[in-house]
């Protein structure tokens, strides 16, 4: 009984996937929540009111400007009274709508009104989800800290192939469970602590139009910050340019570069802990100028410099120096050896050390393995989900800020 006690306002949008959101209803009371539904009225051409209602045993919400149902509760109330907003599903249209800040009905303006996180199970045709207007709006939610879980790829229900397949009621409870999973804002073992988290590449201009980057896709990154909010932290996600959605709860601030993301962690002291979870360029171009190199039949000749280290700049501050540093060690030679080596050369505190060899898919997967080296020893982990690695990490880091 994850849920128990927990509020959902559960936003069911217009696509023909709202009929699997009946099955969410059923599975968020059986883990002992309670879902407040919201029907739109595309929604309603697709489910009644009736079994909506009839399954979350509770009035569903429909019209912003109803007189009765704004003197019960108004909409500002509904959307905070919730523990975490849901939207499956999420069309593109609600989508685009919340991306910009539209109000122009029940579903639009609670999730203008809300201060809780919100979560989006996107639904729709394929060609609409790779639009690129809707995939702005992704990327406008997620940099505002919406989480998202799905679509999935596979057959449609208009007869198409590809991404845009609602995510499955039990994934939904997942991800419901995880943005709600440990403490309510405020209280949890990391309650008044201030976390720094770095994620995902940087890109290291050569020109104005081409960069240097590498495969990081901020998952890692991503998880932990996740996993440090649901403990009552506050934190500072600094992310390049990651691929990965954007954990709720955070302050999020995006940089490209890698002095952008030092200048960054800097301006986010002092914190108790920060995690070093992204995959720094060690170089930028030394000459990256505001013109096109041209084509000229010779290749340029590239000159690099190197970039700050972001993880030693900190574990190394002789003041306001966090009390728990932990750099991450990305290898795929002489794991360990090289691990306890950097634990030593950068001063960290900790380090979490994975091999990304070729043909382990850590690199831009959802899976990692590794091994946890501190002072007192080290802790080797099995293969586990990167959400899994990031909840041991966030349990460790609880333990030694307590
Ligand atoms: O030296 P290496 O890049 O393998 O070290 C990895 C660790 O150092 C990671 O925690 C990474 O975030 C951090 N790092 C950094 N700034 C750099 C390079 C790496 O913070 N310029």
């Known amino acids: 009984m994850t849920l128990e006690g927990r509020r959902i306002l559960l936003i069911v949008g ?37 079994t909506l209602g009839a399954l979350a045993q509770e009035e569903v919400h429909e019209a912003l400007f109803d007189l009765s149902a704004e003197a019960e509760m108004g909409h500002i109330e509904l959307s905070r009274s919730a523990d975490l907003v849901v939207v499956a599903p999420a069309t593109a249209d609600l989508m685009a709508k919340a991306a910009n800040g539209h109000a122009d009905d029940l579903a639009s303006t609670l999730l203008m009104a809300t201060d809780k996180p919100v979560l989006m199970a996107p639904a729709m045709n394929v060609r609409m ?6 995939q702005r709006n992704r990327a406008r939610l997620a940099a505002d800290g919406v989480a998202f879980v799905g679509p999935g790829e596979g057959e449609m229900a ?25 403490a309510r804002p405020g209280s949890g073992p990391l309650a008044g602590r201030h976390v720094i988290v770095t994620s995902g590449p940087t890109h290291e201009p050569i020109d104005p139009v081409r960069y240097i980057a590498n495969r990081s896709s901020g998952r890692q ?35 490209e570069t890698a002095a952008e993301m030092l200048a960054a962690v800097e301006a986010a002291l002092p914190a108790d802990a920060a995690v070093f979870a992204a ?21 340029p000749a590239l000159t690099l410099t190197e970039n700050p280290d972001i993880l030693a700049t900190i574990a190394r501050r002789e003041t306001g120096r966090p009390r728990l540093v932990v750099g991450f060690a990305a290898e795929t030679d002489d794991l360990l050896a090289h691990a306890r080596a950097k634990r030593l050369r950068k001063g960290c505190d900790w380090l979490v050390a994975n091999d990304v060899g070729s043909g382990t898919g850590v690199m831009g997967g959802t899976e990692n393995k590794v091994t ?15 959400t899994e690695v990031a909840e041991r990490l966030a349990d460790r880091i609880a333990e030694a800020l307590a």
């Open 279 to 299: 995959a720094v360029a060690d170089w930028r171009v030394a000459s990256a100028g505001n013109s096109k190199i041209k084509k000229t039949g010779s290749a």
């Open 158 to 182: 208009c007869g198409e192939f590809g991404p845009g397949r609602m995510a499955e009621p039990p994934e939904i409870l997942a991800a419901i469970e995880a943005a709600l999973g440990g």
């Open 372 to 386: 946890l080296i501190t002072a007192e020893g080290e802790e080797s982990w099995p293969r586990l989900d990167k």
């Open 221 to 255: 990154g991503s998880a932990i910050a996740a996993a440090l909010v649901r403990r009552g932290a506050r934190v500072t996600f600094v992310t390049g340019p990651a691929v990965a959605p954007r954990p709720a709860g955070c302050t999020i601030v995006e940089v």
């Open 14 to 50: 217009g696509g023909i996937a709202a009929y699997k959101s009946l099955e969410l209803v059923r599975l968020i009371a059986k883990s002992g929540g309670h879902a407040v539904p919201v029907l739109t009225a595309g929604g309603r051409e697709f489910i009644t009111p009736l």
């Open 129 to 134: 989800w790779l639009h690129p207007a809707t």
